[in-house]
């Protein structure tokens, strides 16, 4: 597996991540004996069902697993050591809500008590008005502010912005432009440029994924937010506002950097959910405020 092009082609992260729960499997006893002893020919659909089955707390870890497992699976079927494929049409989805979009309310709390110009305030504005993923916040760079210049009919405006490949676990990225908005405008407006990335620590060093997001769950802690609010809701939360603002579903996938137009979607679903029960109960209460006129 680790000679395959595919594992190559991984970043590093992820060969760590894979590696460890791969061996970890490989490892796991059960009545005394390891899974990764016996030949790869004797693997049934059982035996993986038993390994999901010690991850099963865990849901996404049992999804990880099981990707693993899949991984060494079409080593065997590519080298004839089996013919056929015990995870076949087998799937682990943990069922969850994921990352919560940032409300309002919260983002008040965040903004009440981190001011603009502290790391902490740029970290939030940049996850929030760029709608970047955390390792796309991370190496996002001062030399990455552009100028475009975009036909708008018979005008030609010139639009200051972000332009870098988005990190998506992969040596190689989409190639995205994202507008300067005023809101980020003003918060990138008193750092000083003098740092390679836009968001620095005080020591003026960058940030690794694994970092920026420990310190947020602390920086949301100290300004009185519950769990659950990561750097990751935060785009969410920009989806929420573009689909509000009735963004088309390719506007939300240009801006948030989709290529899975089911995820574009589901703001969409979810916003016109939203306006459409507000409206269908505002008349609702209209009838119903008639009936009670009558009655009285």
């Known amino acids: 597996l680790k000679a395959s092009r595919e594992w190559k082609a991984l970043d590093q992260r992820s060969r760590t991540l894979y590696q460890k729960t791969t061996e970890r ?8 004996i390891e899974w990764g002893d016996g030949p790869v020919a004797d693997l049934k659909r059982g035996h993986i069902k038993k390994i999901l089955d010690e991850f099963a ?54 903004e009440a008590r981190w001011k603009i110009g502290t790391h902490q305030r740029t970290a939030y504005a940049l996850a929030l008005w760029l709608g970047n993923r955390v390792s796309d916040v991370v190496r996002l760079r001062w030399s990455d502010l552009v100028t475009k210049h975009i036909a708008e009919g018979e005008e030609v ?62 920086w949301c802690e100290k300004a009185g937010i519950g769990p659950g609010y990561s750097m990751h809701g935060l785009r969410k939360a920009l989806g929420v506002k573009l689909a509000e603002a009735d ?31 507000m409206q269908a109960m505002d008349k609702v209460s209209r009838i119903e405020g008639a009936r009670l006129r009558l009655v009285k």
């Open 57 to 110: 707390h865990a849901p996404h870890m049992e999804r990880i697993v099981l990707i693993c497992l899949r991984k060494l699976i079409m080593v065997a079927l590519e080298e004839e050591w089996i013919e056929n494929d015990p995870t076949y049409k087998m799937t682990r989805n943990p069922h969850t809500d994921g990352h919560k979009a940032w409300t309002p309310e919260v983002m008040a709390k965040f």
């Open 247 to 277: 963004a088309s579903t390719r506007q939300l996938m240009e801006t948030l950097g989709h290529n899975n137009i089911a995820y574009a979607e589901l703001y969409s679903r979810e916003a016109s959910q939203l306006r459409l029960a």
């Open 25 to 32: 499997v490989l490892a796991t006893t059960i009545s005394g």
């Open 157 to 218: 405006r010139a639009v200051e912005g972000f332009e870098f490949v988005q990190h998506k676990g992969r040596s190689r990225g989409k190639s995205i432009f994202l507008p300067m908005t005023p809101m980020l405008a003003r918060e990138l407006a008193p750092l000083s440029r003098s740092t390679e990335t836009v968001l620095a620590s005080p020591r003026g060093a960058p940030y690794k994924e694994g970092t920026i997001s420990t310190k947020m769950a602390e």
